[in-house]
């Protein structure tokens, strides 16, 4: 579709005062010029008025919404076909000290290169002669190179937009590019200027980080930058915490790294792939504030799940990712001690209410802990059995365990109000269909088991209804 629309827009600046003198800039060029998949949106840029293009091509048709523009720094938005374009008044910029919102005036295409993140990001197509135009004279150079440079000195670059230290690494990785060590030196030594970039800002670079399949390299490329310790502090004390050698050959952080590269997503997977990748990297995070040494100096990490899946919470809320991701994290950090705990005494109870607290995240979380003893000393042993097992178990029961009793059901039985004793009931029934004493369709049975539970509760006095 963007090769269609460029297409598009060719044809619409033809024979006009426009012709010859708008480019192709940024990702689009480059990843042309790797042989990799094109992006997904357009950037556009001109020694000229980029807003009165944008009208200009309101007013052909070739965009049906007005432009969304944006005056003070000569920009302007339209979609064309789908397709996000951006255009651009070639433009020179300069910073104050706590702000990466720039000033800008127009200025000439060599100038605005200067302005840009990477020298591999400056290079041109004319979106008529198709001719590419290297405004720095280096960008080629480095392009063949797979080096990441700085169009100007890196400290000023990141100094005025701290936001590209992260996008350096993301580059970095997904590219296959090395970043050469003036630049990384200077991403060390800037790293702090995070702390003026928006926490939103800043975890939408991450998440790009933990979407390619390299993640692992670019987390422990955060972590020796040090830009990790800019926004995920909680994460730090994994570094050096030691595990016992019966079955650990790293430190808590090394091991989860190991982890994300082990990582096998099925396709079919329920939660996106940089989800299942974050759970991954924070399984373990709560080891390091549950580690305890006993009288043989054999370290353990008893309650490290419930506490890890505390600490995730609340960084990752921090960091305000969505509330249906932070439950799906801390779900899979909660469970994932259970499947590597099996054995063939589980009973056919135990593997379904495995099933049932895992639901629709199963598959992940079995994902998760194979990653897991991957990343361990001895990791012959996997979870093909309890897979056998679970597979079994779901041909020969209900897929879902649930009481034969709706809330209502049971309020109208019992004659108590809506509340957290009627949750209560409803969960002692399904532990009973889970345990194979109560069928998931036997509802007269399943009326004579509320009624005495109901009754014992009352006994003991746990039948409040307030």
Known sequence: MVVEVIERLREALQN???EGKVYLVGGIVRDELLRRPLPNDIDLVLEGDAIALAQFLHEKGITPHEPVVYRNFGTAMVV?????VELVTARAESYRAHSRKPVVKPATLYEDALRR???VNTLLKNLHTGEVVDPLGCAMHDLQA???RTPREPKQTFYEDPLRMLRAIRFAIQLDFTIAPE???AIQQEAYRLEIISTERIRDEFTKILQQPNAALGLQMLLESGLLAQFGQPLLPMVGCTQPGGYHLYDVWTH????????RIPESSPMPDWELRLATLLHD???PATRTVDENGVA???GHAEKGAEIAQAWLASLKYSNATIERITKLIRLHMRPGGYTSEWSDAAVRRLIRDAGDLLEPLLCMVEADICAQKNHGRGLSVLRQRIQSVMESSPARWRSPLSGHEIMQALGIPEGELVGKIKRYLEEQVVEGTLAPDDKATALKMAQEYFSRLKSAGEASVS
Do not use: I, N
Request: hydrophobic share 40%.
């Open 80 to 84: 064309v076909d789908g397709v996000q």
């Open 300 to 302: 353990h990490f008893y």
């Open 117 to 119: 993140d990477f020298t």
């Open 183 to 185: 630049v990384w030196e």
């Open 146 to 148: 797979r080096v990441l």
């Open 256 to 263: 989860s790294l190991k982890a994300v590269e082990c990582l």
């Open 285 to 287: 995070v709560g080891k």
């Open 16 to 18: 006009t005062p426009y």
